[in-house]
Each structure stands twice: as structure tokens, then as C-alpha cells.
């Protein structure tokens, strides 16, 4: 009665203790009289059939003989009861019954002492110290994770101030774990930097070792799951410091089962969060320049595989869990894609001295504001601009892990539905049936990160071009020294890598299939994407490379002679080298170089450059004819035709180039006219035109295309050649063609459509027309006047095109 209305609370507490004591020994009791009376608290059916147990009695029975055995000593009844709790902690309803029994928070005190024994798998890992654990950290851990999955009021108990049980035991048990894992005899695949340190385990226990570590991070991830001041607690505790312990494992069964549990919590505190990724200098930030420094860089480099080239994941899915496995790509598509802006600071968070750039690049741009305070001061204002210019600590740097990063992003986008799902489920009015005609609610990259996407290909593409021919590579200033194992990777690789990633992205966002009437919408990525400079950024990353050589003509192989061999064009100007283009008209190059930095210029950076920057560009002018009348403004016109000619290494370069010209011209009515006023320049024989004994020859002055006959050229080289040869017996010189010397050997302006169809030197000749003509000559055909001009006869099914 004293601790009624009124009592002192020291009252009011020990009543309640002594109540809950006194009904588990009636509960205690009665199970006794049960066993002793040889009955079963289950009851049967009409066909005396058993039952189970009612719920409440079975689950406060398992918390009831752990309280009794830890209040008693009793290691093995503990270790019962804990194995019990695991079992019957998997329904719900006897979950609930356990946590309202308060079952979590005695769970909690002993798995925080079996952290301090150290005590993790076995008693025999227990230190002397007199608090010993009765049960060892894995059991219990298994056992805790379960009574909190799902369930806030274990959560509560388990994380409750002042003692914090629960996550103060994770952060003591998950670096020891880690190091015992990721010891060198644990057939661990990169061993730790000091493994003096670590107590290398015998190989039976490694097992017991890996098991406890991921129940100790499936606890994490539920304790943070829930929200509250419990997931509060255990973020504050355990991120990003002992997150970096887990990202960092390199045993793959220890990462295969810890990996997406970690991936699992990050996404459900970033959620809690709203999605919106906070200051990047917070060490607590999910997505900022410490946790990705410690936790996403070695996590995404493990998704990829080991530095040497070994594959962590095996074909059989053994350890499809290295590095997050689905639920590294869950959080990409819940955080990246549509309304998601988290792309950009865990790409930016991702780069080598991340957050030390942000900084310098800060104080850089106080100064430039400044010197723009003091504009009267010019001396000042240049000495600041001058300091900023040429900093080379402000370059961005890049690493593989940014083109992991978006190589998620770019599967995620190529998978993603038409709307945002999340948008649907949230919104209970939109209950109207999904119109196939209506464009999508929402873009599939925000404009936040399809704008940084564009940069980086753009920053990315600088780095690859200022480090070519220079001694970058090696500069230590310039190469990235991952922390995970002491590799270094160059700037160079890194950033080409990360190029070809943000081209992926764009190529994946285009070709997401689009009806041409929903076109030109506010849904439309492509149109976002157009209008923030993607058809600029192409088109000068096509225009800054030279010329494609045509396929078969590139240094790799033999170029082709003959009717094969493609015309040869000025590097600069898009024309054929022929013709002189007036000196005032600035080439397309220079126009398309002009407002970025420059561009990779000499060689393709990989093979297939042309196509993977080409291919978004023709699918971008698709039905949109606002895109293609900005090509055509750009100068783009020329840049495509020239990819019609294809080039080796650049596989289906020549189709993707022929797929947007075709887009061009059904889009844009400039574009149909520049194409049309063009004339022919020079003519480049067929294989098949010149196995009929035909030729191809262009007039000079008015661009018209002739289709003459072989045979008859043949007569007019046989006469030329005759001519030349007694010119030259009579003393009068040599053979001349051009400025070179061809004994016996037709001229290059002898009528074969502007080709040298013999080899030099009494060799054989080497293309179709070359041989006809060389057989008409041997069969002794006899030459015919210069007025002779008999046009071949022309198959009635062949289709003559009239190109004047």
C-alpha cells in the first residue's frame, strides 16, 4: 500500500519488481505441477491431437529461465534459454510477448559483458576476469537481433541510457571480429596491414568468427532500422569508424554476409533522413567526404572485385553479397534516381582528398570575391587571380570508385519505370488509370544530377587530355594511393574510366524508350538533359578527334588502295584535302573547342570512344526536332557525316553515325539543306561497281557523278602508256605522275576516277579495276581515240542516282 497515490518512487519501483517477481513464480510453479502430473501445457484437439503452446506463457517462460539462470550462474540453462529466445524470437507475436517482458534489456546487459570478456564464440576465448560472460557474444548477439527486428520497444530497452548496452558491445565486437576474420591464416584474400596485432585464430573457429561478425551487423542494421532515439544511439556509436571495419573486410565470406546488412542500414538512416543527403563535411552524413572515404570507397571497390583482377563474385552467386550486392543497387535506385539528388556528393565524396579539395577550392573562391571587392585595385586583384589560377591542389581528382558509383546509376536508369514508384505509393489521390499518353510525372535523373553528370564527363575529359604526353601519370600529386591495400592508380586511368561511366549514364538515359509525341515535355530526360549542353558536350568531344580514317584504313592495318580506299580529309575542317577553304572561315574543330578546355585530341581514349559519345546524340534527336535544330546551329552536320566512314576499332561507329544523320534530317529542315547543297568532292569506287568493269568519276567543276567504262580506260591507259614509253626511249625523261616517279605505270589523272589502279614496279595489280585493266592490256586490246567516250551499258534493274 505504499506505493500507492503518494508513495516515494523508490517505493513505487520495488512494488513493481516484487509484482513481476511473484508472477513468474506462479508461472514457475504451475509449468512444475504440469511436468510433475505428466502433463504438457499444450493443448489437444477433439482427435487428441497436440497444440501449441499459448504464445504469452511460452515466450515468458524462455525470458523467465534466463532472468533465474543469470541470477542464479547457471551457464548452461542460460545458454538454453538464449538458443530458445533465437527460435521462438522469429514469430512476431512471441516477439512482442518477449519485448514487453522486457527480455532486450537483460539480453543487452550480458552481451555488452561478453564483449568486455571478450568472450565472442566459445568460453574458451573469455578472458580471467571475474565478470565473465555465462554465455558467449555470437548466441546472444543472434539471439538480441532477432527480439529487436521489427519490434521499437526492444529496440528502446536494448539501446536505453545511461548504459547504452547494446551498441557500446557492437563497438567493441566488431573490430576485434574484423581483425580475427581478416587475419592471415583465416585464408583471407588481402591481410591486414599489422598482423602482428591481431591473435591469428585456428581455421575451425574462422567459421564461428564470420558468423558472429554478421549477426553483430544484422543487429546493427535493426537496431537503426526502426528510427528513434535507438537508431539515434547506434548511428552515433557505430558510424562511420566501425562501418569502415565491416566496408573494409576482404575474406569473402565475412564481406558476402556482412556487406548488404551495412548497405541495408545506411539506406534506412538516409530515408529517415527525408533522402536528402546533409552537410558533406558531417562525419555523420551518409553521403559525406568521411563516410565515403571509409565506408563507400572500399565497399564499391569490393563490388568490383580484388585490385589484381581476381573477381570476388563467382558465377555460382556464392558471394554475390561482396560489396552490397542487391542492396547496393536498392539504395542506388532509391537515392539516385528521380527524385534522389544523392549521386552527386557520394560521387564528389568518392574522390581521392576529397573533402581537402572542397576546402582549398572554398577559400579559393572567398579570394576571388574578394579581388572582386576591390576592383579599383587592379594590382590586387590580378595577384589573387593569379594565385587561383594555376593551383594545381585545386584540380578534381577521380578515382574507379566514382565509375562504379555511376555504372549503378546507369543500370538503375535503364531499369527504372516510366514514374517515380515511391511518388505513387505516397500519393493516395492519384487514383486516375495510367494513360500511356501522358508523359512521365517526374525525370529519372533530377536535374541536380544530370547537370553534375554533364560536368564531370566534361572535368573528366580535361583530366584525360591534359595528362596525355606529359609525365602526370608518375606524378605523385596526380596518382591516388588507395588506403585499402597501397595500390596506385593514375589520374589518367581513373578519369578515363570515370568518362566512359558518364557517357554510360547518358547512353542509358537515352535510350529509354520515349514516344515521339511525349517529346519536348517536362518529363523528358533527354530534353533536360539537351538543355543543359549534352549536344555541346558530344559534339565537341566528337570534333576535338581527328578525322575517322575509314574503315580498313586505319595504322593498325594496311591501308586500302584502290577503289577501297577512302578520300582522304583535312583533320580540321571536315573537306576533302583538295580543296582550299577560304583562309578568313574558321574550321568546325575550332568553333566546337571554343568555351570548355580541351578535349582528348590525338588518340581515342578506348577503343569504341566514337560510339559510346555518338550513340546518346543520335538517340537524343529522335523525334525531337528542338535538339536536332541546336546540332545544326552547333555545326554538327559535318561531324556526323564524317562518322558515316567508319574506322577500325570504333565497332558500328558508321551505323550509329548513318542512325543520326537519319534523325537530323527528319527533324530539323536546316539540316536536310546543308545536306543537299552539298556537291561531291571525290570519288571513291566500290568493290562491286568495279568488278562489273565500271568506273566512278566526278567533274571537278560542276560535281556531276559519270559512271564510265573500264574497258575503255583500259584502251586509254594502254595508248597513254605506249605514248610515254617512246617519249621516254627518245630521251625526252622519265614517267611522271604527280611529283613521284612510275616507270611504266598510268598517271593518276588517267581517267579511273582520280585512282591509281596499278602497282608500280611490274608487280600485279592489287584492287578489282586494277586487275581489269591490267588483263585488258595483256589480251592486247587496242587503243581507241580520246573522243571515244562510249558509256558502259547499265543493268536495267541498277538504280542510278543523279547527285548534281
Known amino acids: 500500500r505504499g506505493a500507492g497515490r503518494g508513495g516515494s518512487s523508490a517505493v513505487r519501483s520495488a512494488w513493481r519488481t516484487r509484482s513481476r517477481q511473484l508472477v513468474l513464480n506462479s508461472r514457475r510453479s504451475r509449468a512444475s505441477s504440469l511436468e510433475s502430473r505428466g502433463a504438457t501445457p499444450s493443448c489437444r484437439d477433439a482427435r487428441g491431437e497436440a497444440l501449441a503452446p499459448p504464445t504469452p506463457f511460452a515466450m515468458a517462460s524462455a525470458g523467465a529461465r534466463f532472468e533465474s539462470a543469470r541470477a542464479s550462474g547457471d551457464a548452461a540453462a542460460a545458454r538454453a534459454a ?196 546533409a552537410d558533406p563535411h558531417d562525419d555523420s552524413n551518409v553521403c559525406g567526404f568521411r563516410a565515403g572515404a571509409i565506408v563507400w570507397r572500399p565497399l564499391l571497390r569490393a563490388s568490383i572485385g580484388a585490385p589484381g583482377g581476381e573477381l570476388l563474385h563467382d558465377d555460382d552467386d556464392k558471394h554475390a553479397g561482396v560489396g552490397g550486392g542487391e542492396m547496393l543497387f536498392r539504395f542506388v535506385e532509391s537515392f539516385c534516381l528521380f527524385a534522389g539528388d544523392a549521386t552527386p556528393p557520394l560521387c564528389r565524396s568518392l574522390a581521392p582528398r576529397a573533402a581537402e579539395t572542397a576546402r582549398l577550392r572554398d577559400d579559393a573562391l572567398r579570394r576571388k570575391i574578394m579581388g572582386m571587392c576591390v576592383g579599383d585595385d587592379r594590382d590586387v586583384r590580378l595577384e589573387i587571380e593569379n594565385d587561383t589560377r594555376d593551383d594545381t591542389s585545386l584540380r578534381e581528382r577521380f578515382s574507379v570508385e566514382q565509375a562504379t558509383l555511376l555504372e549503378l546509376v546507369a543500370r538503375a536508369a535503364a531499369a527504372a519505370p516510366k514514374s517515380d514508384p515511391s511518388r505513387e505509393r505516397d500519393s493516395p489521390r492519384d487514383v486516375s488509370p495510367l494513360d500511356k499518353n ?93 538543355a543543359m549542353g549534352m549536344p555541346r558536350l558530344l559534339l565537341g568531344l566528337l570534333a576535338s578527334l581527328p578525322v575517322p580514317e575509314g574503315a580498313g584504313n586505319s595504322e593498325k592495318k594496311k591501308k586500302a588502295s584502290g577503289p577501297s580506299a577512302a578520300p582522304d580529309l583535312a583533320q580540321t575542317t571536315f573537306l576533302p584535302s583538295s580543296d582550299e577553304a577560304s583562309s578568313t572561315a574558321q574550321s568546325l574543330a575550332e568553333k566546337l573547342r571554343e568555351g570548355h578546355a580541351p578535349y582528348p585530341s590525338s588518340l581515342r581514349p578506348w577503343d569504341g570512344y566514337r560510339v559510346d559519345v555518338i550513340a546518346p546524340l543520335a538517340n537524343a534527336m529522335f523525334g525531337r526536332p528542338a535538339v536536332c535544330d541546336a546540332v545544326y546551329d552547333l555545326g554538327g552536320v559535318p561531324v556526323l557525316l564524317a562518322c558515316t566512314r567508319g574506322e577500325d576499332g570504333d565497332e558500328y561507329l558508321r551505323e550509329y553515325a548513318l542512325w543520326a544523320v537519319r534523325n537530323v534530317c527528319a527533324g530539323s529542315e536546316s539540316a536536310r539543306l546543308e545536306i543537299e547543297a552539298m556537291q561531291p568532292r571525290a570519288a571513291a569506287d566500290a568493290h562491286e561497281l568495279a568488278a562489273a568493269g565500271l568506273r566512278v568519276a566526278v567533274d571537278p567543276v560542276t560535281g556531276r557523278v559519270k559512271i564510265g567504262n573500264v574497258e575503255n580506260d583500259a584502251r586509254n591507259v594502254n595508248r597513254f602508256a605506249k605514248e610515254k614509253e617512246k617519249d621516254f626511249l627518245s630521251g625526252a625523261g622519265s614517267l611522271e605522275r604527280g611529283s613521284e616517279t612510275v616507270p611504266n605505270g598510268p598517271t593518276r589523272d588517267s581517267g579511273i576516277g582520280g585512282r591509281l589502279m596499278l602497282s608500280g614496279g611490274g608487280e600485279r595489280a592489287r584492287t578489282p579495276v586494277g586487275r581489269a585493266i591490267q588483263a585488258a592490256l595483256e589480251a592486247g586490246l587496242e587503243p581507241t581515240p580520246e573522243n571515244d567516250d562510249e558509256d558502259a551499258e547499265v543493268p536495267k534493274h541498277w538504280k542510278i542516282a543523279d547527285l548534281s
Open 82 to 277: 538464449v538458443e530458445d529466445i533465437v527460435t521462438d524470437a522469429k514469430d512476431p507475436a512471441k516477439r512482442a510477448a518477449l519485448a514487453s517482458s522486457g527480455a532486450a534489456v537483460s539480453i543487452a546487459a550480458e552481451l555488452l559483458r561478453a564483449a568486455r570478456a571478450k568472450c565472442w564464440c566459445d568460453a574458451a576465448d573469455a578472458t580471467q576476469a571475474s565478470d565473465a560472460s555465462l554465455v558467449p557474444f555470437a548466441p546472444l548477439a543472434r539471439a538480441l537481433r532477432n527480439v529487436c527486428a521489427g519490434n521499437a520497444v526492444a529496440r528502446g530497452g536494448a539501446c536505453a541510457l545511461p548504459h547504452r548496452a547494446a551498441p557500446e558491445a557492437l563497438a567493441l565486437a566488431i573490430p576485434a571480429l574484423a581483425a580475427r576474420v581478416d587475419a592471415p591464416d583465416a585464408k583471407n584474400d588481402f591481410p591486414i596491414s599489422d598482423p602482428s596485432s591481431v591473435k591469428t585464430p585456428k581455421k575451425e573457429t574462422t567459421a564461428a568468427y564470420i558468423a558472429a561478425l554478421a549477426a553483430a551487423t544484422q543487429l546493427a542494421c535493426n537496431l537503426i532500422a526502426g528510427g528513434g532515439a535507438a537508431a539515434d544511439t547506434t548511428w552515433t556509436v557505430l558510424f562511420p569508424k566501425h562501418f569502415g571495419f565491416i566496408a573494409k573486410l576482404r575474406h569473402r565470406d565475412a564481406a558476402h554476409l556482412t556487406h548488404p546488412a551495412l548497405c541495408a542500414a545506411m539506406r534506412a538512416r538516409l530515408a529517415e533522413r527525408g533522402g536528402r543527403p
Open 438 to 530: 501522358q508523359p512521365p510525372k517526374t525525370l529519372v535523373l533530377s536535374e541536380g544530377t544530370a547537370a553534375y553528370v554533364l560536368d564531370l564527363a566534361s572535368r573528366a575529359a580535361e583530366a584525360v587530355e591534359r595528362a596525355r604526353g606529359s609525365d602526370e601519370q608518375k606524378d605523385s600529386t596526380f596518382s591516388l594511393s588507395s588506403e585499402l591495400d597501397g595500390e596506385e592508380v593514375a589520374q589518367a586511368d581513373a578519369a578515363r574510366v570515370t568518362l566512359r561511366a558518364c557517357l554510360g549514364v547518358l547512353r542509358a538515359v537515352t535510350e529509354r524508350e520515349v514516344r515521339p509525341a511525349l517529346a519536348q515535355t517536362p518529363g523528358d530526360d533527354v530534353a533536360s538533359l539537351c
